[in-house]
Nanobody
Framework: QVHLVESGGGSVQAGGSLTLSCRVYDVAFRRSTMGWFRQGPTNAREFVAHMRRIDGAPAYADSVKGRFSISRDSARNTLYLHMNALKPEDTAVYFC??????????????????WGQGTRVTVSS
């Protein structure tokens, strides 16, 4: 049964840091594209970051470049999102997502088949 379990969300003050984790079960971890999305007050689920399947090369939304870092631990089948210099506008529910194979556009949510339940991040001024 394929499922993703997210953890690490919480409340922090602006300028603080959090690391989110996504444990992936029963999927070909090393053959998958993996990403993070978030859903904030705009009600849109927006792209945050992803890792290319073939080499793990990362890509980021402009809003988080230089502050967030995506990584993976293949031995533990776990995806991470390291968040630094957090801003109030980063407040959202964060979702990890996985899709086996390569994607035409890894920034689109409809490209991913498997999703976590979401973990909430709240950043206070």
């Amino acid at each position: 049964q394929v499922h993703l379990v997210e953890s690490g969300g919480g409340s922090v003050q602006a300028g603080g840091s959090l690391t989110l984790s996504c444990r992936v079960y029963d999927v070909a971890f090393r053959r998958s594209t993996m990403g993070w999305f978030r859903q904030g007050p705009t009600n849109a689920r927006e792209f945050v970051a992803h890792m290319r399947r073939i080499d793990g090369a990362p890509a980021y939304a402009d809003s988080v470049k230089g502050r967030f870092s995506i990584s993976r631990d293949s031995a533990r089948n776990t995806l991470y999102l390291h968040m630094n210099a957090l801003k109030p506008e980063d407040t959202a529910v964060y979702f990890c997502a996985v899709q086996e194979g390569d994607l035409y556009d890894p920034t689109r949510e409809d490209e991913y088949s498997y999703w976590g339940q979401g973990t909430r991040v709240t950043v206070s001024s």
